[in-house]
């Protein structure tokens, strides 16, 4: 066995063997809930003079990216054919409703549909806490009664269908 080795080790040039390079700093992102929540008061100032909704993308990585989302009105119907949502519920609640088919479809980007309502879908009743996946290609609409608001980090993630 030691013949076998020090074979191995003369035909291996560990000098020809480059090291592998660090990454810079910390590559490791980290937002506590306190910071999200500290966000998402910013952009609840922000969809009170808006339309009642408002995202912010915290950072976009090669194949996914993390965004705060605060919502005080129903969203639209949203179908992404390449990204599948990963919905972690921080504050509030509201209903997903999933599934179905999108009334008044329009295409708002490449991949990206938009509509009025869904018919024949799925509801789920979301509060902080909860994580939900939507897949890619699946209809899906946030909807908000009453004095409802819903606060989520929202991961989107690149999903072949």
Request: proline content about 6%; glycine content about 10%.
């Amino acid at each position: 066995m030691e013949r076998i080795e020090k074979a191995i080790l003369r035909d291996v040039n560990l000098d020809q063997v480059a090291p592998r390079p660090k990454p810079p700093g910390n590559p490791v992102d980290h937002w506590s809930p306190a910071v999200l929540l500290e966000r998402a008061a910013y952009l609840r100032k922000m969809a009170k003079h808006g339309d009642g909704s408002a995202s912010e993308t915290l950072k976009e990585y090669p194949q996914h990216s993390a965004m705060l989302s605060y919502r005080s009105r129903s969203g639209e119907v949203e179908v992404h054919e390449q990204f599948a949502d990963l919905f972690c519920v921080l504050a509030g609640s509201a209903t997903l409703v999933t599934g179905g088919w999108v009334e008044g479809a329009r295409i708002v980007a490449a991949g990206e549909t938009r509509g009025a309502s869904i018919r024949g879908g799925s509801n789920q009743k979301l509060r902080a806490g909860d994580v939900v996946h939507v897949p890619a290609g699946t209809p899906h609409q946030m909807q908000l009664t009453g004095e409802e608001t819903i606060t989520s980090l929202v991961i989107k993630m690149q999903e072949a269908i």
